[in-house]
């Protein structure tokens, strides 16, 4: 059976790590202007041969390789949370919400999002087990209870005095 082209290890290997590489290097000379300004050809020539000699040197281009699919899911993630965080903070006429509902909720989206993303990845099971049902578990909880309560008092503090 053939293998799809974009799946294909010459491309995942080569092709694309060059194609990363050339356009970071081509971007950093021209938004940097350290060539000068009008200078496209010589930033995409020395883009190429980064680029070239990048793919070059298997230890830097399985570096890149291995970062790439981290890079995605991370950006992922950081899209799926702001979307969620714009729909709760978002700015409109007549907004009800106050600026400690507003922590609140994003407070509960954090929570919300981590929880999910323990159940995509299958560590849920591990996590659940080790904070709800080992001796270790009840002390974090019990400390962060603690931390939270002196978070708590100091907060209180300093909003008496200003007031």
Do not use: R
């Not at 590489?21 to 980064?50: N, R």
């Not at 949370?81 to 907004?95: H, P, Q, R, S, W």
């Amino acid at each position: 059976m053939v293998e799809p082209f974009f799946i294909n290890p010459f491309f995942m290997d080569y092709v694309l790590p060059f194609v990363l590489v050339f356009t970071l290097i081509f971007a950093v000379l021209e938004k940097t202007k350290i060539l000068g300004d009008g200078k496209k050809q010589i930033s995409a020539i020395i883009g190429l041969v980064i680029g070239l000699m990048f793919i070059a040197f298997p230890f830097a281009k399985n570096i890149v390789v291995f970062l790439m699919p981290f890079l995605a899911v991370s950006v992922v993630i950081l899209l799926v949370f702001m979307l969620l965080y714009g729909f709760i903070v978002g700015k409109k006429e007549g907004d009800v919400l106050g600026k400690w509902w507003k922590v609140a909720f994003g407070a509960i989206l954090s929570i919300a999002l981590i929880s999910v993303l323990l159940m995509a990845t299958g560590y849920w099971p591990l996590v659940y087990s080790f904070l709800f049902e080992t001796s270790t578990g009840s002390q974090i909880w019990i400390n962060g209870f603690l931390v939270a309560v002196i978070v708590g008092v100091i907060i209180a503090v300093i909003q008496g005095e200003k007031k």
